[in-house]
């Protein structure tokens, strides 16, 4: 006789069960959210979550914002240790330069003094900043140094652009602190110079807003665009040798013409003078 | 209560990680997912009834910048939860070498089931490609043991946790 044993019913568990149920229903739902079209029930589902999630997607792209600025933040500061390092070799080279600058001159006076030359002018002066400009008066400007700094009436001033060291205009008043600088392109500024080509000598005016001019060259007088014209020995105020500016032009064919009138575009623009240096005592050491 | 707010701040760390990542890495054309990983890592912890919903919202949000589907993420982020409450029964999620496998194996997975149920109900291609999946998901991986040490350190053995 053969027994039939009866096999047990699989019994399954609630925990089982709830196990099933969880992510059944989330992918049901899922499903749902997808069959369903964007505009009815999702798109008010969407208005929902974006009360939920607007802040958090606000937060996160803040943050992430954040962490692309410090990216930049961090090539800046690495750029600029590069920087860093690159100017303290300029500067060791700069004093390498100097050294050797000093060397030179003391040989130069060397020499000058044994084949008793006149010797070179070396400016002496003090740095000043520009601390006023007339709005009216674009060739006037108020610097803030004066006659506690030893800047005396008739003082040349310079001023640095591109790098070159070029006329900027003369001091025409002066209190105890701040001083007046008559720029080069005022109609009242004139000084003596020469154009480095042939060395003629002529008499630079200002012109206002028109270009720069210089009177009296010589009519044969070979002038070209771009020559550069520097202050001469023979100007009471301006030591000689500084740059004033480039020829950007000659008035030619007038009738009765005796001398040419050369226009001069100056280094030092009006506009842009931010720091001057005045030359004291004539620019003689 | 506790484990909760733990639980909610987790989650608002994921989706500012999720962004930040994302935006980094799509320069690079890589589909980085590391919003999965947190998913991951949250039902490698979390009993089911807190980790299958969980994993879902983590879908919902990414949805929630989709303009043509809508649930697709919340699909494949509870089917990615399915896997790993399966796989919990074999592997040891405290171990590195799961956590990496198993991010790796789902973000790849999620991009490709993305891509097919988009084509499937939008009959509009989604493919971010197969290099950019493949580095999105070798990058989320990479990641994934820094986002299971976060959470399982931050929920810790709380009332909403398997070990709790």
New interface residues.
């Given amino acids: 006789m053969l027994l039939h044993r009866k096999s047990p019913k699989k019994q399954v568990s609630p925990g089982m069960r ?2 099933f149920l ?2 059944l229903s ?2 049901l ?8 079209p ?1 505009e009815g029930v ?1 798109a008010s ?2 208005a929902v ?2 009360y939920v ?1 607007i802040p ?2 606000r ?3 803040g ?2 914002k954040y ?2 600025n410090v990216h930049q933040t961090v090539r800046e500061l690495l750029d600029a240790h590069r920087e860093n390092r690159a100017l303290k070799q300029e500067i060791e080279m700069t004093k390498l330069l100097a050294s050797q600058a000093e060397a030179i001159l003391d040989e130069n006076g060397r020499l000058t003094e044994i084949l008793h030359l006149n010797p070179a002018k070396r400016w002496t002066g003090v740095w000043a900043k520009v601390a006023y400009r007339e709005p009216t008066q674009w060739n006037t400007v108020i610097i803030d140094k004066g006659s506690r700094d030893g800047i005396r009436e008739r003082s040349a001033v310079i001023s640095m652009e591109q790098g070159k060291e070029g006329l900027a205009g003369v001091v025409v008043e002066v209190t105890e602190n701040t001083s007046k600088v008559l720029l080069v392109r005022d109609e009242d500024f004139s000084a003596a110079v020469y154009l480095e080509r042939g060395q003629e000598e002529g008499l630079l005016v200002g012109n206002g807003p028109r270009p720069v001019r210089i009177k009296y060259i010589p009519l044969l007088t070979r002038v070209e665009k771009g020559d550069k014209v520097f202050t001469a020995a023979t100007s009471s105020i301006f030591p000689a040798g500084i740059l004033v500016g480039e020829v950007s032009g000659v008035r030619e064919n007038e009738d009765f013409q005796t001398a040419l009138t050369v226009h001069v575009e100056p280094l030092v623009h009006s506009a842009s003078v931010k720091e001057v240096f005045v030359i004291l005592d004539g620019g003689r050491k | 209560m506790w484990s909760f707010a733990k639980l909610v701040f987790l989650f608002v760390l994921a989706t500012v990680f999720h962004w930040a990542f994302a935006s980094i890495f799509s320069y690079w054309g890589l589909s980085v997912n590391i919003l999965l990983a947190f998913a991951a890592a949250f039902c490698a912890v979390l009993k089911p009834a807190f980790g299958y919903p969980v994993a879902f919202i983590c879908g919902l949000f990414l949805d929630f910048f989709g303009t043509k589907l809508f649930g697709n993420n919340a699909f494949t982020f509870t089917v990615c939860a399915c896997i790993v409450y399966g796989l919990s029964e074999r592997f040891d999620f405290e171990a590195v070498f799961p956590q990496v496998v198993t991010v790796f194996g789902l973000v790849f997975l999620a991009g490709v089931l993305n891509s097919l149920l988009f084509l499937w109900f939008t009959s509009a291609a989604m493919w971010p490609g197969f290099w950019g999946l493949l580095g999105g998901a070798l990058i989320s991986a990479f990641f994934a043991p820094a986002v299971f040490w976060l959470v399982r350190r931050t929920l810790g053995k709380g009332a909403v946790c398997r070990q709790g």
């Fill in positions: 709830r196990r969880w992510p989330f992918l739902l899922s499903f749902l959210l997808m069959i369903l964007l999702v589902v969407k979550l974006a999630f958090q997607v937060l996160a792209h943050t992430a962490a692309e």
